[in-house]
């Protein structure tokens, strides 16, 4: 089985998104939100069967671990209130797809952050995507405020909530920032992977995952920096007295293969061991085209992992073991949805 664990429904009915504009500008004008609109199940299956599903069947992937719209997360528009009503509605369009295409996609939810907003908030929706979803993990924005960095870093006990119900439910988080509302970041190209490489050292210079030693994060997007500048952080480490790098950070946290070119593939397989790579393309999302280099899309990241030199059984790993060990509910959800 091929597990692609980085998609997004980026494909979404286009009723869903325009609730979203006219919700923050009912909140702007200090109004209620409008009601939200009806979405059939036919119109959630034209979006699927003619998008990601088909793409599955051209690439060759089986399933796809699957999460709200990353860049329309937004969690620094309106306020918790809105976050709230805007995550309930995401997750259970998520749910709804993953109903429809049981054996295609597994959920995972995005969280009701509002930036400077205490992420306890997060519980009780949490427990909704687990206990009647079904999804398998989180998404965590590490920038609820979107690129002005105003909540403390990911190591601070501020955040201990959502790490405590992680464990508690053994679902990982996937540590994803939302579009950028500061023109001074890119949202796919720049702040994607600062966020991914931010995120990596606020938890490298924590106490997190020792006061967490079951705890899973995946840093999407290869790792951000972090992969190539390897060698650094090691380096950062040991300075600090911290340990071994692959010691302290690599019993939890794994980095995905949202990597759009085979050398960026090459070298996180060198660098990062096989058992912390995960397979993901991120497709439909934030490079669509064609590289005029290998005629094939840059987001069809199964083309590398095939070309790597690497044993049949460590290619298992990185496409479908490893997800299964990370997600700790994934085997027993894919048992689940293939029953129904
Ligand atoms: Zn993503």
Redesign the pocket.
């Known amino acids: 089985m091929i597990i692609d664990i980085?998609g997004?429904y980026t494909t979404s009915p286009r009723q869903h998104e325009a609730w979203r504009t006219r919700q923050i500008e009912a909140h702007a004008a200090g109004k209620a939100p409008p009601p939200r609109p009806a979405i059939t199940d036919d119109e959630i299956r034209e979006t699927i069967t003619g998008g990601q599903l088909k793409l599955q069947r051209e690439r060759g992937t089986d399933l796809t671990i699957f999460s709200p719209r990353?860049a329309g997360m937004g969690h620094h528009l309106g306020d918790a209130t809105t976050s709230e009503a805007w995550a309930a509605a995401c997750n259970e369009l998520i749910h709804r797809v993953c109903a429809l295409f049981p054996k295609n996609f597994i959920g995972v939810g995005m969280l009701p952050q509002s930036a400077r907003v205490s992420p306890k908030n997060c519980l009780a929706e949490i427990d909704r995507c687990v206990n009647e979803y079904g999804f398998v993990g989180i998404n965590l924005n590490p920038d609820p405020s979107g690129g002005h960095w105003q909540d403390p870093p990911l190591g601070d006990r501020y955040w201990y909530p959502v790490y405590e119900k992680m464990v508690e439910h053994d679902i990982p988080a996937m540590v994803?920032v939302s579009a950028a509302c500061n023109p001074a970041f890119h949202t796919t190209g720049s702040h994607y992977l600062s966020g991914d490489t931010t995120g990596f050292n606020q938890l490298m210079t924590s106490s997190v995952l020792k006061d967490f030693p079951s705890i899973k994060f995946i840093i999407?997007h290869g790792g951000g920096a972090v992969p190539y500048h390897w060698g650094r952080y090691r380096g950062l480490a040991q300075d600090a007295k911290l340990g071994l790098l692959s010691e302290i950070m690599l019993k939890n946290v794994f980095f995905d293969t949202c990597v759009y070119h085979l050398p960026g593939q090459e070298l996180l397989a060198k660098v990062i061991p096989v058992d912390n790579i995960l397979f993901a393309s991120?497709m439909i999302?934030a490079v669509r085209g064609i590289d005029p280099e290998t005629g094939h899309h840059y987001d069809d990241t199964k083309r590398y992992i095939d070309q790597l030199p690497l044993s049949a059984a460590d290619k298992a790993k990185i496409f479908e073991g490893n997800a299964r060990r990370v997600y700790g509910r994934l085997s027993a959800q894919i048992a689940k949805q293939t029953r129904e």
Do not use: M
């Open positions: 980085h997004h990353a994803h999407p991120e999302g």
